[in-house]
């Protein structure tokens, strides 16, 4: 089982977390380490990714598509890791610093998407992925 919150929410240890992975491709400040198990950074979007969805303005659609490209295409490698995760400590909860529910929007759920084998459900436009 794959689950996710926010490392803010996440202050103490709850049940059945299993193991606790930030998936962030910065450390979130004032968060302290023991708070997650893993930082699997290559998990986040890209930094450029990031700064044209942060500051350029890019819109949710294309960073959404962008994302889930990047990581099919360029870090499969890093699905696969989580999934064994998985396998192996039974529960992984995927951690970043956006609130649950979030504000807008956050990788996190195109993340769990693509581990679940969802990628193209999660198509907001309604066209096929990278249309």
Do not use: N
Request: aromatic share 4%; glycine share 8%; with cysteine.
């Amino acid at each position: 089982m794959i689950k996710h919150a926010s490392i803010h929410e996440a202050r103490e240890r709850a049940e059945g977390d299993g193991l606790r992975v930030l998936v962030m491709r910065h450390w979130p400040r004032g968060v302290r380490k023991d708070r997650s198990d893993l930082w699997l950074k290559e998990a986040g979007p890209s930094r450029e990714l990031l700064h044209a969805y942060s500051h350029d303005g890019l819109p949710w659609a294309e960073f959404e598509q962008r994302y889930r490209r990047e990581m099919l295409q360029e870090r499969s490698d890093v699905l696969e890791h989580l999934r064994a995760l998985e396998r192996e400590h039974g529960v992984l909860t995927l951690l970043c610093h956006e609130r649950i529910p979030p504000a807008e929007h956050c990788h996190r759920e195109v993340l769990l998407a693509l581990l679940a084998g969802q990628d193209k459900a999660l198509h907001a436009g309604g066209g096929p992925p990278g249309a």
